[in-house]
């Protein structure tokens, strides 16, 4: 069985063109003309959630919730459903304001880890081993590839993304990326961008750097609006670097954007208040484009990295930027980015371009290697006085107690790929989310309710809903892979069959018929309106199967790409696993909370792989053997 969580260079390789137009089309031409997003019939939502739910719960507890349903479908549900209707009709998309309020702005707890998403840059799988001698070169490059994908962005010169049949998807989260930063509130966060497409008009480029606990600031563009060369880029990123060492550690001010929620708004007023110097240094911080991180670290291996990235040092992290690029002291790459805006495909493609890029390229610099003269990155000085360095000092400690019960590994599962599957006509996200089943009944001997995300990306800002992977038809097939008396045709063509159901309802989630959206709007219609929660949402089976954010499984494909990357699980008893397929491998991002007795990222990473194998020598016995 081959699995490491060290790795050669995979096979996959595509030609940058994949992400520029051609000239016709323009990155968010479509937007605007997208259909709005529907609202699916009450009866086919709670039916589903009785075919999600029955897996989970009792003979009893079953029979209880299908009357709670049937009253709710006939009595209060109707009524919900009209006043939810009635909402939709009035907008293209009736759930992107409450998802960002509920989903992600009235979340209290410390963005990182339990918000932010990361991700390691896969150069660093093969051409740009870990160095503290070309540490700065590979950060130079890493750098000009986010500016040159920003401009790219600016100048809408992105292919529009569509789905195999040619429909435009939406490209609104694209918008998200640069320039925007989370702001801290009482009882709820904001949004605040000043990015524009160049034909809307300037906004702000300069760049904040964080380093040793220090914080700066730079212009990484020439006089003709295009990015310093990646030579350029290096002598800026040595001079901050040099000069932070010298300085010795910084204040680490920026500890306090990864307190709760409450916490770093009140201190952020303060800060605020307290001199005009602080209030500019904030806007500047807050309008930059992005945050790039030189981190003090070397990670030894690919698990240390994932964990710098979720975690690592809150010193040197400013939690609200949308978007951060770490690079360790012995050159790794890793992001780190705020869920609230956009979800982990702009990422991906992001890095994917990137990567695609800098291997064209080879990971080494081919432009002109002049160094022209730049103005050096400036240092920002913030004024404390004793209330704020005590907050400093108390956000280091809440921040500790969040990252340190983080478990974060990464597998690279090389005894195949995707292309594997092909012959036998399985679907590689189906049958990689059947492992997952497979392996948790294998560790923990029942099935766990599963969130993979599905998009709806095909509607007018359009982000998930909840593909629900946990079935009647996926828990059949794993208990019968279990029974040592079952025959091998048996376990393959139940396999088939749970691959070909998870087929069926993702794609029926991706149409937004699925159930934990439209069952969201039917309670924020309650809850905004004064009424009385039902029953239905307080029945013990809503959260045994899932219901309100309680999945086990946390998942989700990044793709077909070698960028890989994943987000903390999403209950303390937990696991979080997202995946890449590529042709020769799949890669794995899996988390789970150190206070539980009840997981382990190791353990859950040998069940995994156990489970893949076995999947495989069910496909790879000939049929007429069976």
């Known amino acids: ?208 750097v964080l380093c040793h606990g220090h914080i700066w600031t730079m212009y990484p563009w020439d006089s003709a609006g295009k990015p310093l060369s990646a030579p350029e880029l290096e002598v800026q990123l040595r001079h901050i670097r040099e000069t932070s060492d010298d300085l010795g550690p910084g204040p680490g001010i920026s500890v306090l954007t990864c307190d709760t929620r409450e916490n770093w708004a009140q201190n952020r007023d303060w800060l605020k208040s307290l ?58 790459g890793v992001m780190n980015n ?98 997952l089943q497979l392996a948790y009944w294998r560790l923990h001997g029942r099935p766990a309710p599963t969130y993979e995300t599905a998009s709806t990306r095909q509607f007018h800002a359009g982000r998930t809903e909840t593909m629900r992977s946990c079935t009647a038809e996926s828990v059949d097939w794993v208990q019968t892979m279990l029974n040592p008396k079952a025959k091998t045709a048996e376990k393959r063509r139940k396999l088939v069959a749970a691959v070909d159901c998870h087929n069926r309802l993702m794609k029926e989630c991706q149409k937004n018929e699925g159930i934990d959206r439209h069952m969201l709007g039917l309670y924020i219609v309650a809850l905004e309106s004064g009424m009385d929660i039902p029953d239905l949402f307080l029945d013990p089976s809503f959260t045994k199967s899932g219901g309100g954010g309680n999945f086990v499984l946390s998942t989700s494909t990044v793709g077909y790409t070698p960028v890989f990357g994943g987000v903390a699980a999403m209950i303390p008893n937990g696991y979080g696993c997202f995946y890449s397929m590529v042709s020769d491998r799949l890669n794995f991002f899996i988390t789970s909370f150190k206070a539980s007795e009840e997981t382990s990222v190791e353990a859950f990473s040998e069940a995994l792989s156990l489970s893949l194998c076995d999947m495989q020598q069910v496909l790879v016995v000939p049929t007429s053997s069976l």
């Open 1 to 208: 069985m081959n699995v490491s969580s060290e790795l050669t260079p995979s096979k996959n390789s595509m030609p940058t063109s994949v992400y520029f137009s051609s000239g016709d089309e323009r990155t968010f031409q479509y937007d605007e003309d997208l259909p709005n997003l529907p609202v699916p019939p009450l009866q086919q939502t709670l039916d589903r959630y009785l075919y999600w739910v029955r897996p989970h719960v009792t003979d009893e507890e079953f029979e209880t919730t299908k009357d709670l349903v049937r009253k709710f479908e006939s009595g209060v549900g109707k009524e919900l459903q009209e006043m939810l209707l009635a909402h939709a009709s009035q907008k293209k998309n009736w759930l992107e304001d409450w998802w960002l309020h509920y989903a992600y702005l009235t979340v209290r707890e410390p963005l990182l880890p339990t918000m932010n998403t990361a991700g390691p840059h896969p150069l660093n799988l093969s051409l740009w081993k870990p160095s503290f001698e070309k540490a700065l070169t590979y950060g130079a490059l890493y750098l000009w590839g986010f500016l040159d994908f920003n401009l790219a962005v600016q100048e809408q010169r992105l292919k529009p993304q569509k789905t195999n049949e040619g429909k435009p998807l939406s490209m609104k989260q694209f918008r998200w990326v640069f320039n925007c930063t989370r702001i801290p509130g009482q009882g709820a966060d904001s949004l605040y961008t000043t990015w524009k497409t160049k034909d809307e008009g300037d906004c702000p480029l300069h760049l904040v």
């Open 275 to 332: 001199t005009l110097n602080n209030m500019k240094n904030l806007e500047h911080i807050e309008t930059s484009m992005f945050v790039f991180v030189l981190d003090d670290t070397a990670p030894e291996n690919f698990n240390q990295l994932i964990w710098e990235g979720l975690c690592g040092d809150t010193t040197n992290r400013w939690a609200d930027k949308s978007l951060s690029a770490i690079l360790t002291r012995n050159g790794y």
């Open 338 to 435: 705020d869920h609230t805006p956009y979800d982990a495909m702009v990422s991906v493609m992001l890095g994917h371009y990137q990567h695609l890029m800098l291997e064209d390229i080879e990971g080494q610099w081919t432009g002109p290697a002049e160094i022209r003269e730049f103005p050096m990155p400036i240092l920002l000085n913030f004024d404390l006085d004793a209330k704020l360095v005590a907050a400093i000092s108390s956000a280091k400690e809440t921040s500790l107690s969040y990252i340190n019960n983080i478990c974060a590994k990464s597998l690279f599962f090389t005894e195949y790929g995707k292309d594997f599957m092909k012959p036998y006509k399985l679907h590689p996200d189906a049958f990689v989310q059947m492992s």
